[in-house]
């Protein structure tokens, strides 16, 4: 495989600060072996309280560090948020945005996660914008109409040069034990990079990728890598993902 591979690991709400520095002195050189491939992109998103662990055992391996969420004020008046200049302090670079669990357990609307995406643009950090439509969504016919005003929210506040430096996460269904097939997951990939109108973005798949799909998955022309969730929790099921795209 010749195009870049992005592996993009999102712990979600687990690994607090010593279990992910426990992570590093256990597994100090897990992530070696992609240090050196040149085109692989590894990165891990931690939990906020882990950044710290995080961004000090991700530096040794070279790999992308980031944050889940970040809000879209540089401060004030806002229990419980996080701010973009508070992520900075701890060298973050890259903040997923949009994932279906904000949109959908904590009612995120589509020009909120559309302001993020703007002000961590506007930061000269990246944002992981992730979409996609519930299994009911998909079921009722409504995968494109979702995907569409999720996309346009967004591209609607971005200039084009802005939009080329968005990592896309297509996440459809999660958490329903259904997956979409390599044939789905590319149609709605190669689809939004002509909504996106830019050949070269960046799109990843994510949804249940392991070491036993990724290699098909990943072989996809639209699908430039993978946002893995429960399969990044381990070192050996990262690895297998990493050894299957080798493979
Ligand atoms: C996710 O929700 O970001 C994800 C891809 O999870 P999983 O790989 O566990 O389906």
Redesign the pocket.
């Known amino acids: 495989m010749s195009k870049k591979i992005y592996l993009y690991g999102?712990w979600?709400m687990n690994n607090t600060y010593r279990e992910t520095e426990k992570f590093f002195e256990e597994f100090p050189g897990v992530y070696e072996p992609f240090k050196n491939d040149a085109g692989l992109e590894v990165g891990i998103f931690a939990p906020f309280t882990s950044l710290w662990p995080l961004s000090q055992g991700a530096k040794k391996c070279g790999i992308v560090f980031g944050a889940q969420n970040v809000y879209y004020e540089p401060k004030g008046a806002f229990t419980g948020e996080i701010s973009i200049p508070m992520l900075k302090e701890y060298d973050v670079t890259h903040i997923i945005l949009g994932?279906?669990?904000r949109r959908h357990i904590f009612f995120e609307p589509d020009e909120m996660i559309a302001k993020k995406t703007k002000a961590v643009l506007e930061a000269g950090m990246t944002p992981v914008f992730c979409y996609g439509e519930t299994l009911e969504e998909r079921e009722s016919g409504n995968t494109f109409t979702v995907m569409e005003r999720q996309l346009k929210a967004v591209l609607d506040i971005l200039t084009p040069e802005e939009a080329a430096k968005v990592i896309y996460a297509y996440?459809p269904a999660?958490?329903t034990g259904k997956t979409a097939t390599p044939d789905q997951a590319e149609e709605v990939c190669k689809w939004s990079r002509e909504l996106i109108g830019n050949p070269k973005v960046v799109i990843l798949y994510?949804?249940?990728?392991k070491g036993s799909n990724a290699k098909e998955l990943l072989s996809m022309p639209d699908i430039d890598g993978a946002?893995?969730?429960?399969?990044s929790l381990k070192p050996a099921s990262f690895l297998e993902i990493y050894g299957a795209y080798k493979g």
């Open positions: 999102n979600k994932h279906s669990e996440e999660i958490g994510g949804g249940s990728v946002l893995v969730g429960g399969a």
